[in-house]
């Protein structure tokens, strides 16, 4: 029996990279007419409550979709049981992942741009502190990812 895949995206404040590809996927997994359950969370509890960062949301605006609706969460320990697959779009945030997962967790964890050939080890860069452009460059990362994610569960 093949279960449903469950994917969460996890970056560092859940209003920036993790939206942008919760928002990605789902547009994709909609265009593939395949059902695949979508979240994200943040490793921190800064933006917790927060709707997405208002670039992510003119980026994602940009091209069709719209995250504004989206609320910041923390990432809880009950989630690595809750989802099959936990992206994390960097090291970083992968790191944090893998040390608090309870003892039970049955989710893979991996690094977001693994899915990518070709960018295997890369990090969807951090663009909160940056300019529009870093924005168009997490949208092109997640986007790729998106695609790599929908041809694996097709
Ligand atoms: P994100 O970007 O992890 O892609 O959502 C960030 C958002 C907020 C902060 C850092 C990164 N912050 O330090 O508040």
């Known amino acids: 029996m093949s279960t449903k895949p469950a994917i969460l995206f996890v970056c560092l404040g859940n209003i920036c990279r993790s939206p942008l590809a919760e928002g990605a996927l789902r547009a994709a997994t909609i265009r593939a007419g395949i059902e695949v359950e979508i979240d994200s969370a943040g490793t921190g509890d800064w933006h917790v409550g927060n709707p997405p960062d208002p670039r992510a949301i003119a980026t994602a605006r940009d091209n069709g979709i719209d995250i504004s609706g989206l609320r910041g969460r923390q990432v809880s320990p009950r989630n690595f049981t809750r989802f099959t697959h936990i992206f994390a ?57 998106a695609d790599a994610l929908v041809a694996r569960f097709s």
Do not use: C, H, K
Request: no cysteine; net charge negative; hydrophobic share 45%.
């Open 89 to 145: 779009l960097d090291e970083d945030n992968l790191r944090n992942l893998y040390a608090m997962a309870p003892d039970d967790a049955t989710a893979e964890l991996a690094l977001l741009l693994d899915v990518v050939p070709g960018f295997e080890g890369r990090a969807v860069a951090d663009p909160y502190y940056g300019s529009d452009e870093g924005f168009a460059q997490t949208w092109r990362d997640v986007s790729a990812a």
